[in-house]
């Protein structure tokens, strides 16, 4: 866990005044809604469908159970009792009232959360892998650098009126669960040939109407030297990224435009500018930030416990921990994935009641820390092996036990037409759909890894571009049409999906998929061939035969 | 499913009402023909030429404390006079989310 200090606590506390003070003159008309708007905006409010929808940041995603059940607090006292984790670790709260908002910021505050650089044309809270500083061969704990760039940019004026919404996420493994590669900047934490730390940068990576994968600006910054990289970066885009255009705005049409030797070229030549200056961090500065975040007293536990031996009897609790089980970088210790994704469920969604659980369920058995991923599920990060079978015996009366981590029915999905303003088509019953398709345990194995992304609309919130299978809804004459692609990624080895053939209708949707996965099944040449590599080998067009040929 | 954003030339196809969320707490309301806002659909005032929904907006977009964001959306009016949603969009903003769970409480 990451100890706040007193000046984020006065920079939360006095943000809450301010927005307080806003909202009161707000409704009373002293200020207009067109006045109104950047400042809700900077807060987490949207306006949505059905009502505002505040946006809550947790910054690298690591939360503490006081911080869990102040969310819970928040979803039941004033909302409609659960909240929705994004692909950007944030929740979501869809149903809030304006006037109780400063409420809910006030409440939220006094465990060091906040919503700030949840929207807008700023940074935007920063990202980084859900197992950092707990995945075994990690160079570092990324979250130490994600809190010196979340400190650097937290309302700094430079950051705060980009020509777009600007997101950086962090990874320090060799597998990437951050997506770096779809981010404006990507960060890779490396060691160079003398051993020091530091970053291989990516720039202009992003989704939406024009999808880029991020490319390779910089193969070594020295650590002390990424908050000037990354600042002479944001000024080459402040000088030269469009604002006539949203839809050119972001730094990925910038990267493409110049291309990516002329860009570095021009961030090269901001950098020398500013690399000697006080943005050149000290070590003690790094000491500190690394300091103030906590490891548990791991214990000296054996790797295989009795309770484990025994509960391996069990062929549920098998089929839960080898699926939502993963090794930690303690011997002993396992990092547990909590699927948000039951049978028939909305992804990402949880209730107030799971909430207050899951948090106590931390306290006894991960040291009081949960963790939430860019997948929408969460994790706690700590748990000893020998916990594992009452672990997993208590999730499952929560519904918080499905065994589909990484497996079909683990789907991404935006909100879509049912909450998003900005939405042409809904995402959320089509997840629902293929759920329940895919609800055997078995079948879902025997199919292997395969994520399915939905996006309700071309802003792609559910990142349909990097799904292995992608699912589009679009509009066209009034009716939900879906679009489906193939083979897209978002891990290091990201890409884009490739459009398999014409859209098709909502009620179609889940027989199309369906159909796709029987075609791999027919096609894979071995039960080991995952479906990306099926794809990889074969391309679309066999998908594509198959889904077209009756249709 | 037209967004609001598209809405720059008021051109309508049929009867149409104009809604927008209540500034206090957000809610889904529309405009009545008293110039006021109101939850029930079956309150609003209903338009059916271009110069109606024209006015009928600007007076809307003029009440700012009451309610935000104002858009013409289109309906479909029964033979019994009933008021009923012109598209899937304004179907959701009127009964709610499709999604079946608690989200609906």
């Known amino acids: ?551 | 499913m037209t967004s609001p954003l598209e809405q720059k030339k008021i051109k309508i196809a049929g009867p149409s009402v104009v809604t927008a969320n209540r500034t206090w707490d957000g809610i889904v309301v529309y405009r009545t023909a008293a110039k006021s806002w109101s939850a029930d659909l079956s309150e609003a005032a209903i338009v059916r030429n271009s110069d109606e929904a024209k006015a009928l907006l600007a007076e809307s977009v003029a009440d700012d404390v009451g309610a935000i964001g104002p858009y013409i959306a289109p309906v479909q009016v029964g033979s019994d006079g009933g008021i009923e949603p012109g598209n899937l969009r304004e179907q959701i903003r009127r009964t709610g989310v499709t999604i079946g769970q608690s989200a609906q409480a």
């Open chain 1, 1 to 551: 866990m990451y100890a706040y200090d007193e000046i984020d606590r006065t920079l939360v506390n006095e943000r809450v005044s301010e927005f307080r003070d806003q909202v009161k003159r707000r409704l009373s008309g002293e200020l207009t809604e067109d006045e109104f708007k950047m400042l809700r905006l900077q807060n987490g409010v949207y306006l949505q469908l059905h009502a505002y929808m505040f946006r809550v940041a947790i910054p690298y995603g690591t939360l503490a159970t006081n911080q869990l059940r102040a969310l819970a607090h928040v979803a039941r006292k004033y909302d409609r009792g659960y909240g929705h984790f994004t692909t950007r670790q944030n929740i979501q709260f869809n149903w809030i009232k304006l006037a109780e908002l400063p409420d809910a910021l006030e409440d939220l505050a006094k465990v060091g959360i906040h919503a700030m650089q949840t929207s807008g044309n700023n940074m935007r809270n920063v990202t980084s892998d859900q197992w950092a500083g707990v995945a075994p061969g990690e160079i570092e704990d990324p979250r130490i650098w994600s809190e010196l760039i979340r400190q650097h940019t937290t309302l700094h004026p430079e950051f705060s009126f980009l020509p777009r919404k600007f997101k950086i996420a962090i990874t320090a493994s060799d597998h990437d669960r951050a997506a770096i590669k779809i981010h404006d900047i990507g960060l890779r934490l490396i060691q160079n040939e003398k051993g020091e730390t530091g970053f291989e940068v990516l720039v202009g990576g992003g989704l939406g109407r024009t999808p880029f994968i991020a490319k390779t600006i910089k193969h070594f910054v020295h650590g002390r030297d990424i908050l000037s990289y990354i600042e002479a970066i944001l000024r080459v885009y402040n000088q030269y990224g469009r604002r006539d255009n949203i839809y050119k705005a972001r730094i990925k049409i910038l990267v493409h435009e110049l291309g990516i030797e002329k860009f570095s070229r021009e961030v090269e030549d901001e950098w020398q500018h500013i690399r000697n200056s006080s943005l050149q961090i000290d070590d003690e500065v790094i000491e500190d930030i690394r300091s103030r975040f906590t490891y548990p007293p791991y214990e000296k536990l054996p790797h295989m416990p009795d309770e484990l031996r025994q509960a391996a009897a069990d062929p549920d609790f098998e089929a839960w921990r080898k699926n939502s089980v993963a090794p930690h970088k303690v011997q002993g210790y396992s990092i547990v994935t909590i699927s948000l994704k039951p049978t028939g469920g909305p992804p990402g969604d949880a209730t107030a009641e799971q909430m207050d659980a899951l948090a106590d369920l931390a306290d006894k058995y991960s040291f009081g820390e949960i963790r939430v991923g860019h997948e929408q599920n969460l994790a706690l990060p700590h748990v000893a092996k020998r916990d594992l079978p009452a672990l997993w015996r208590a999730l499952d009366k929560l519904g918080l036990a499905t065994p589909n981590v990484n497996l079909i029915s683990d789907i991404i999905a935006c909100p879509g037409l049912d909450y998003c303003s900005l939405a042409n088509a809904r995402s959320i019953p089509i997840a629902q759909e293929l759920t329940r398709r895919f609800a055997n345990h078995e079948l879902a194995n025997l199919i292997g890894r395969l994520h399915i992304n939905i996006s309700g609309c071309i802003n792609a919130c559910g990142h349909h571009h990097v799904g292995h299978i992608g699912i589009l809804g679009v509009e066209k004459n009034g009716e939900e049409i879906y679009q489906i692609t193939i083979g897209g990624r978002a891990d290091e080895n990201a890409a884009l999906g490739t459009l398999i053939g014409p859209g098709v209708k909502f009620d179609e949707v889940a027989d199309v998929i369906e159909d796709i996965v029987e075609a791999y099944l027919a096609l894979r040449e071995r039960p080991e061939e995952l479906f990306m590599d099926t794809v990889k080998r074969l391309g679309v067009e066999p998908f594509k035969e198959r889904v077209y040929a009756t249709r």
